[in-house]
């Protein structure tokens, strides 16, 4: 579904992707793992567009998008969709005109059932009575969840998450990864999924990726992980066995 | 190049600032083309556009009037006292300080005060959207954001000045027009017959056309910093700083090209 061939990505002198090469199957959920800084939500930013990479290769559905115009990445877009690690919600429109605005713009939908999809949406996250309320008046976690919302709404077959669980407190953390593994198994959606929680890797992907300073230092099934010498690897899972 | 080899080699450091001059320019001009191409193609986003002018219009419009006052009361003031010292006689100034005020104060006062105003409040909030990822959130639904955000406010932003710097020239020479009669001794019948006398109808359409002008550069230069605006804490503090110095640094230039221009025709 996803192919990263030999991807680099510099900002000025400092190169922050340094060659990766990553296939994401149809369907899988691959969790990204790393310390902060390596360069995930660089790696997510250019495999739609709103960043390009210096070199490389990165194949969707079989179409080499790596040189696509502004307007070829709509297509893109479309298919693929983002959770952003900031809410990223508009400031200026009410919580329902934020998740309704993808709606309005890729469909041509009635309004009542514009209602319906955004509540169900709303629902999935855990949230209600918020609609008529602006970003600014609701928390920082009800605000990431919007955001997720605003994606999800819009049914992509891709789904790229940077940390949609950051900040979150344990119930909804364990009712988003849920809603992960659920859009993955009924809608047979791809998730790539940005993130620092080694144990809710192990609990719901079917592939993860480690990155250090710009590269993968290993990837695998859970399973395969749980074996691996990488010292960072080893470092991830001690944390997550303290948990 | 490391910043010390740079200070040790003056020409390379001319040369690296040049070739980021023409690169931030090269930035600076792609982003003035692609809003023209977005402001003929499509309709403005009315509700948006209004609001901004609202905005640009609304918290602005008292402050030139209070700044405006003065600066007639000081050209009023200082230019009598001065023509009294040298020729014994300030006859003219009401006719000067009439074309002074149509040809200059009017539209930089005002132009130098949307800038400090809507132009940082633009900057700003154009920067922090960028560092939220507000900008590729819109991108990630299709949405242009040069048409979604510069395109209003730069048609609330001309339309205001334009509107402003017409007011602040009215209340700029009623307020000279006040002094001349308490202060200098000329009735305002007097103020009036010197100002026809040295004003034509030319001089208001040129100061219209440079409020139009200023109105036009400052959200540019402000969405640009905006949209340039670096991650991080500073981030959006420097590209608002930076967006203020360049927007009156580009007006005053602008001043002075449009003033040079226009002395053709006169
Ligand atoms: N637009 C940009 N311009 C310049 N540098 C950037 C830009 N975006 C990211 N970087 C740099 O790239 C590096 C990797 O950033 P990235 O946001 O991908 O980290 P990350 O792995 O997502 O970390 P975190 O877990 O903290 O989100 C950082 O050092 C950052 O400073
Ligand atoms: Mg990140």
Redesign the interface.
Known sequence: MIKYKNLVKSFGTRTVLKGIDLHIKAGEIVFILGTSGTGKSVLL?NT?G?LRPDSGEIWIDGENVSGYSEEQF?SI??KC??V?????????LTIYENIA??LR??FSMAENEIERRVEQALSLVNLDNILSKRPGEISYGMQKRV?LAR?VVLQPKVLLFDEPTTGLDPVTTNSINTLIQSLSRKLNTTSMVVSHDMQCALKIADHIVVLDQGQVVDQGTPKQLLESEVPLVRDFLEEARNQ | MTTKQLIQNPFAFIGVLLIHTCRDARAFLTLVVQTLFQLVTHLPRKKETIQQLYFVANGSLWTIIFCVCFAAVVTMLESSFHMKLVIQNDSMVPGFASLLILRELGAIVTALLLTSRIGAGMAAEIGSMKVTEQIDALKMLGINPIRFLIVPRLIASTIGCVLLSIIANLVCIFAAMIVADQFLGYSNGMFLTAMRRFVDFQDIIFASIKAFCFGFVIPLVSCYFGFNCRTGADGVGRATTQSVVFASVAIIVLDFVLSYTFSYFY
Do not use: I, N
């Not at chain 1, 952003?84 to 200026?92: E, K, T």
């Open positions: 930013k739609v709103l709509l877009r479309k969709g983002m952003f690690q900031h809410p990223a919600l508009f400031d200026s605005y993808g713009k890729h955001s994606t």
